[in-house]
């Protein structure tokens, strides 16, 4: 069965360090999203991608938070640099839109710890 | 900001009991989803309602939508101890937009 794809699984860094996620979906997803979730509490919208395109990055602190898909693929989520309040659960998500009204499969995310 | 909210925070049940777990939401949808999510784990996803739909059953698993109150209700009939998790309802935008509530979370003691 296909799979959202995410790596690292967990990653320990230390503040004002970069870090970086990566994120495969599910082959043939056009929408691809990026969330983070904090312990104990519901993902937060960070980044929604319709093919290469960026469709939503309200909710992104771009100061020091990118994102990008550049073949409309894979994507990467980088943070430059990490602070404490970083530490959390990064998720990613796809799904076919154009397929109909379905929903959107998860990876099993990456843990971030900030120290 | 979050459009959904779920109703209570925290639930606490027998095993062998129903479990009731409602949603309330802000903007319209297309679809309205609930997931299930472990303890550091991933979401799973259980069961999708379509905005023109009102009532949806899969397995032990009834999700009720209510589109003019803005509201789902997941209900998980004769719980079992593996139910233990967090459940979130998450809204589809007509912008393919999925926001999530801040979760209900599930304990089914044996």
């Known amino acids: 069965e296909a799979e959202v794809a995410q790596s690292p699984r967990y990653k320990i860094t230390e503040k004002s360090q970069a870090v970086a996620f990566w994120c495969d979906p599910i082959s043939g997803h056009a929408t691809l999203y990026w969330y983070r979730q904090i312990l104990g509490q519901g993902p937060e919208l960070l980044v929604q991608f319709q093919d290469e395109s960026v469709v939503d990055d309200s909710q992104l602190p771009k100061d020091r938070f990118s994102a990008e898909r550049l073949k409309g693929v894979d994507s990467t989520l980088k943070i430059q640099p990490a602070e404490l309040g970083d530490s959390a659960m990064y998720l990613c998500?796809?799904?076919?839109?154009?397929?109909?009204?379905?929903?959107?499969?998860f990876g099993q995310g990456t843990r971030l710890t900030v120290v | 900001s979050q459009q959904g909210e779920e109703d209570p925070q925290a639930l606490s049940i027998q095993e062998g009991e129903n479990a009731t777990m409602n949603c309330s939401y802000k903007?319209?949808?297309?679809?309205l989803q609930w997931y299930r999510q472990n303890s550091g784990r991933g979401l799973v996803h259980l069961i999708l309602i379509r905005s023109n739909e009102r009532e949806k059953h899969s397995g032990r698993l009834r999700v009720t939508l209510d589109t003019s109150k803005k509201s789902s209700s997941l209900l998980i009939t004769a719980s079992r101890a593996a139910d233990t998790a967090s459940y979130f309802c998450a809204v589809k935008t007509s912008y393919d937009k999925v926001i999530f509530g801040p979760g209900t979370s599930l304990s089914v003691i044996p």
């Open positions: 903007t319209s949808i297309n679809n």
């Open positions: 998500a796809s799904s076919r839109p154009e397929a109909g009204n379905t929903e959107a499969f």
